[in-house]
């Protein structure tokens, strides 16, 4: 047999050894206990009757570096996009003005010269003196209990947790770590990444205040090192058409300046305690 040939037949034996060896060593999803995988299945089928599209009222208790507040919370839209948002102070007075869509995040506080957007919505947030682990479109999907569509798709690992529910671990790569169902295949707990930083949410009150049975009406959010938050929704309303494109808009007032925010820039902080 040629030398050439040898080569080859060498170098097609080594890539097929490496890809199994390279399978072997990465992390393959643990076959889940029968109970585990029925709660996973209740878990999805429960999310996929979530209506199109909400309006809710809630409260939010923020605490971060420098501030700590309350504000009430107008939130409306479509499950997927768009989505509006008017936060005010307990008073009533404005606070800021958002609205969220595929394109990213734009934000308007009454007063200013200008309203920013962000294709980041989180970076774009965080810009404002607002970290958060939570898009708008992440709130919409726990408020209306669309919760699978912030899930992946497969799970590595189950434990039980002490209260006869289900802990699904997922990879590395994902954003989300971790979630916790409750013995009714209810998500109760969710941890993970949020530009890189660790979170925590907790999600209690199911079927509180109006909503069904399968929906949180209170939302503990900690993102490490300094950020911790409560939102409690007041009232909702569930819709099953979305919402016409008009009522979604965010007009901005004659003047004011729409600026693109570059990444890493830091803007003024809102003031949520404007009175």
Not at 25 to 34: E, G, H, M, Y
Not at 164 to 188: I, K, N, Q, T
Not at 244 to 268: I, T
């Amino acid at each position: 047999m040629p030398v050439a040939r040898l080569l080859r037949s060498a170098a097609l034996l080594l890539a097929a050894l490496a890809a199994v060896l390279g399978a072997a060593c990465s992390p393959q999803p643990t076959p889940p206990p029968a109970p585990a995988q029925a709660t996973w299945e209740a878990f999805g089928l429960v999310s996929a009757a979530a209506p199109p599209a909400f309006s809710l009222r809630a409260s939010l208790n923020y605490s971060g570096p420098g501030q700590q507040s309350r504000v009430v919370l107008k939130f409306w839209g479509n499950v997927g996009y768009p989505l509006r948002l008017d936060m005010s102070t307990g008073f009533g007075a404005p606070v800021a003005y958002w609205r969220e869509d595929r394109t990213g995040l734009l934000t308007y506080a009454p007063g200013a010269q200008a309203a920013w957007r962000h294709a980041d919505a989180l970076q774009g947030a965080a810009a404002l003196g607002l970290p958060f682990p939570l898009t708008l479109r992440d709130l919409a999907a726990l408020a209306t209990g669309s919760v699978r569509a912030l899930v992946p798709e497969l799970f590595l690992r189950t434990e039980p947790t002490p209260e006869g529910g289900w802990s699904y671990a997922f990879a590395r790569g994902e954003s989300l770590r971790r979630l916790v169902l409750d013995r009714e295949a209810r998500p109760v707990q969710m941890e993970g990444l949020a530009s890189g930083r660790e979170f925590v949410l907790r999600l209690a009150d199911f079927g509180e205040a109006g909503l069904g049975p399968n929906q949180a009406a209170t939302f503990f959010i900690d993102l490490k090192p300094d950020v911790s938050a409560v939102l409690r929704i007041k009232s909702m309303e569930m819709a099953d058409a979305p919402w016409p494109a008009e009522s979604l808009a965010l007009p901005l007032p004659p003047g004011v300046a729409l600026r693109d925010m570059r990444p890493g820039q830091a803007l003024e902080p809102l003031d949520l305690s404007r009175n």
